[in-house]
């Protein structure tokens, strides 16, 4: 399957009329300047860019691989940036150039190992030593549902936690320790589990994790 070219077909088809829920705690941006450099990576339509905006961070640039969320970002949040992620993962920024970058439920649309740490790694290029790289995701989920759907298609896409929703999105869910693992390259300073509802509005555990980039 070629991951790339088939979720930005759903990001810009189905996935236009999602809205997602993953909360930011802004308290785990507490050590950031007023000036520091914000990365929201997949930011869909701009809904975190505009809750930094809010909070006072005036640099913000958002980037996404589904050019109809980012003519919505735009419209939705002017006061900050937004770019189409062209070559994916890689980002239009010079290395080191980061103080803070949002990972929001993006490894979950981005099933393939490799395609995560080629993900992770972009991010930990540009983000300064000492960064903050703040991730949302989902691990696997414990309920009749989600298992019950990680084994009907383990057989068909080769990992359990690999699954397509009924509109046709391929997601995964991690084993926390794959996290970890994926974040090697950032001391993990906090982490929590929080509820959230899912973007086809079912509820769910996501984890989230703020790392501090490596010198």
């Not at 062209?86 to 920024?93: C, F, Q, T, V």
């Not at 903050?132 to 057989?155: F, K, P």
Request: glycine share 12%; proline share 6%; hydrophobic share 40%.
């Amino acid at each position: 399957m070629d991951t790339h070219s088939a979720g930005t077909d759903y990001w810009n088809k189905a996935g236009t009329a999602k809205t997602f829920g993953h909360p930011l705690d802004l308290a785990w941006l507490g050590s950031l300047g007023p000036d520091a450099a914000v990365v929201d990576y997949g930011c869909g339509y701009g809904r975190l860019a505009g809750a930094l905006l809010a909070a006072g961070y005036p640099d913000i640039e958002g980037f996404d691989v589904s050019a109809p969320l980012i003519e919505r970002a735009r419209r939705e949040q002017p006061g900050a940036r937004f770019a189409v992620l062209d070559d994916p993962p890689r980002l239009a920024r010079a290395d080191a150039s980061v103080d803070a970058l949002l990972l929001f439920a993006v490894l979950t649309c981005a099933p393939d190992s490799d395609a995560q740490r080629g993900i992770v790694g972009e991010i930990r290029r540009v983000v300064k030593p000492g960064g903050l790289l703040y991730l949302s995701d989902y691990c696997l989920q414990s309920d009749a549902r989600n298992v019950t759907r990680y084994g009907e298609h383990e057989a068909r896409f080769g990992r359990y936690g690999v699954f397509e929703t009924g509109d046709g999105a391929v997601c995964r869910h991690h084993e926390r320790e794959w996290l970890h693992d994926l974040l090697s390259g950032f001391e993990v300073v906090r982490e929590r589990d929080v509820p959230v509802e899912t973007m086809n509005g079912n509820p769910a555990v996501a984890t989230q994790l703020l790392g501090r980039c490596r010198p």
